[in-house]
């Protein structure tokens, strides 16, 4: 039996069929080794996408909400165990810190590298975590003012004191504030010489806004 392949004759024994796929497969990857390279090349795409990727996902950053709470809950943590307790002075203080710390995080964080929102790849910039941390920290200051001035209700209601200490809420208001500034200076102050941010006793507002806080009770179980 005769049959042509490429214009050669071919001459099969009796009984034998010939598999013109096959043998049409097999003559065109004679005829292209490139198939071989191309998949090697595909593969090798796949393995450097997979490492863009896994980059990318070890560069994204992810703010959760309670970010800034958690850190100034642990700073007030580190004060009850050394003083056994602690009042809206150090409630002030580890804020302002809180905020310098999560400051100094994210500008080190965008020194040499760039992070992403997400991984697919949507940048995240400096100034956009820093309106984050803004956020958060206004976020901070009005929960404080409010949980204070809810406490204070529910003194005067109990006939504890006359009235709202209305100044003294406002004046705890400017003193987050004021703390956030003067930590801040700190930061930048001790990044000149490579020195971290530290808890300071720093008095904001007067002692008296400080004595009718503290006595409106239940601070250390609301803070933490």
């Given at each position: 039996?005769?049959?042509?392949?490429?214009?050669?004759?071919?001459?099969?024994?009796?009984?034998?069929?010939?598999?013109?796929?096959?043998?049409?497969?097999?003559?065109?990857?004679?005829?292209?080794?490139?198939?071989?390279?191309?998949?090697?090349?595909?593969?090798?795409?796949?393995?450097?996408?997979?490492?863009?990727?896994?980059?990318?996902?070890?560069?994204?950053?992810?703010?959760?909400?309670?970010?800034?709470?958690?850190?100034?809950?642990?700073i007030l943590k580190e004060i009850r165990e050394e003083k056994g307790q602690y009042g809206?002075?150090?409630?002030?203080?580890?804020?302002?810190?809180?905020?310098?710390?999560?400051?100094?995080?994210?500008?080190?964080?965008?020194?040499?590298e760039q992070y992403y929102k997400a991984a697919d790849g949507t940048l995240l910039t400096?100034?956009?975590?820093?309106?984050?941390?803004?956020?958060?920290?206004?976020?901070?200051?009005a929960w404080q003012k409010s949980c204070a001035g809810i406490a204070a209700q529910g003194?005067?209601?109990?006939?504890?004191?006359?009235?709202?200490?209305?100044?003294?809420?406002?004046?705890?208001?400017?003193?987050?504030?004021?703390?956030?500034?003067?930590?801040?200076?700190?930061?930048?102050?001790?990044?000149?010489?490579?020195?971290?941010?530290?808890?300071?006793?720093?008095?904001?507002?007067?002692?008296?806004?400080?004595?009718?806080?503290?006595?409106?009770?239940?601070?250390?179980?609301?803070?933490?």
């Amino acid at each position: 039996m005769a049959a042509n392949i490429s214009n050669y004759p071919v001459h099969l024994q009796d009984g034998l069929k010939l598999d013109r796929d096959c043998l049409k497969s097999r003559g065109s990857q004679n005829k292209n080794p490139k198939v071989f390279h191309r998949d090697f090349l595909e593969v090798s795409q796949l393995s450097k996408n997979r490492g863009i990727l896994m980059d990318k996902i070890q560069h994204t950053v992810v703010q959760p909400a309670a970010s800034f709470r958690d850190m100034r809950a642990g700073i007030l943590k580190e004060i009850r165990e050394e003083k056994g307790q602690y009042g809206y002075s150090d409630v002030v203080n580890a804020c302002g810190l809180s905020y310098a710390r999560l400051y100094s995080e994210i500008e080190q964080r965008h020194e040499k590298e760039q992070y992403y929102k997400a991984a697919d790849g949507t940048l995240l910039t400096k100034e956009e975590e820093i309106e984050w941390l803004d956020m958060q920290y206004e976020q901070e200051v009005a929960w404080q003012k409010s949980c204070a001035g809810i406490a204070a209700q529910g003194q005067v209601f109990q006939g504890n004191i006359p009235e709202m200490p209305t100044k003294a809420l406002e004046e705890l208001e400017d003193s987050f504030y004021q703390a956030k500034d003067a930590y801040m200076k700190l930061y930048r102050e001790g990044g000149q010489m490579g020195k971290p941010p530290a808890l300071q006793n720093y008095m904001f507002g007067n002692g008296r806004m400080y004595e009718v806080l503290n006595r409106l009770g239940n601070l250390q179980g609301r803070v933490e």
